[in-house]
T-cell receptor
């Protein structure tokens, strides 16, 4: 199989604090991981693509200083929401692709992390 | 640009009913089309996909046909089960990116 986990599954924090979300590929090495964001009743929107050992590539309109992504190993990527505000409240989903999968079409998704900023 | 539109839910059906979840897309070039399913508390799982026009993807009794003339990829199943209750996402993959619909929640009652 290809299992991706996220931690925590949900988090509540105060405005102005930073929150770290982990994404792990449990049984495979992921050369590329992706971070998505989903607002209620809306599509998943790609935020950034991260490759192990290099800087993440952010989508247009996503603040790289706000959403820090670190892909330090082939099984772990982290998303840190810095100085969180209520408008950052959302559902964050990561996915990972295997090295041998061409064109990254095959992505394995984590269960998501729900963030609520008070 | 690239975008996906799918019918709003929730869709509520009785067991053994016929299911259709509509999905239309706009895209440049030649995208691949996907349906993903998300069960409660789990990540999105690939249900089926089609990579070119007129291809039919199928899995677990679900089917969808890539219709380029109508830019559609409707999901169908002839007889749903309670275990099919989940959220279904239509998506297209183009130029190394996924574009997702907003998801349709399906509730199947016994």
């Amino acid at each position: 199989g290809a299992v991706v986990s996220q931690h925590p599954s949900w988090v509540i924090c105060k405005s102005g604090t930073s929150v770290k979300i982990e994404c792990r590929s449990l049984d495979f090495q992921a050369t590329t991981m992706f971070w998505y964001r989903q607002f209620p009743k809306q599509s998943l929107m790609l935020m950034a693509t991260s490759n192990e050992g290099s800087k993440a590539t952010y989508e247009q309109g996503v603040e790289k200083d706000k959403f820090l992504i670190n892909h330090a190993s082939l099984t772990l990527s982290t998303l840190t929401v810095t100085s969180a505000h209520p408008e950052d409240s959302s559902f964050y989903i990561c996915s990972a692709s295997k090295p041998r999968d061409s064109f990254q079409e095959t992505q394995y998704f984590g269960p998501g992390t729900r963030l609520l900023v008070l | 640009g690239n975008s996906v539109t799918q019918m709003e839910g929730p869709v509520t059906l009785s067991e053994e009913a016929f299911l259709t979840i509509n999905c239309t897309y706009t895209a440049t070039g030649y995208p691949s089309l996907f349906w993903y399913v998300q069960y409660p508390g789990e990540g999105l799982q690939l249900l089926l996909k089609a990579t070119k026009a007129d291809d039919k993807g199928s899995n677990k009794g679900f089917e969808a046909t890539y219709r380029k003339e109508t830019t559609s990829f409707h999901l169908e199943k002839g007889s749903v089960q309670v275990s099919d209750s989940a959220v279904y996402f239509c998506a297209l993959y183009n130029f190394n990116k996924f574009y997702f619909g907003s998801g349709t929640k399906l509730n199947v009652k016994p």
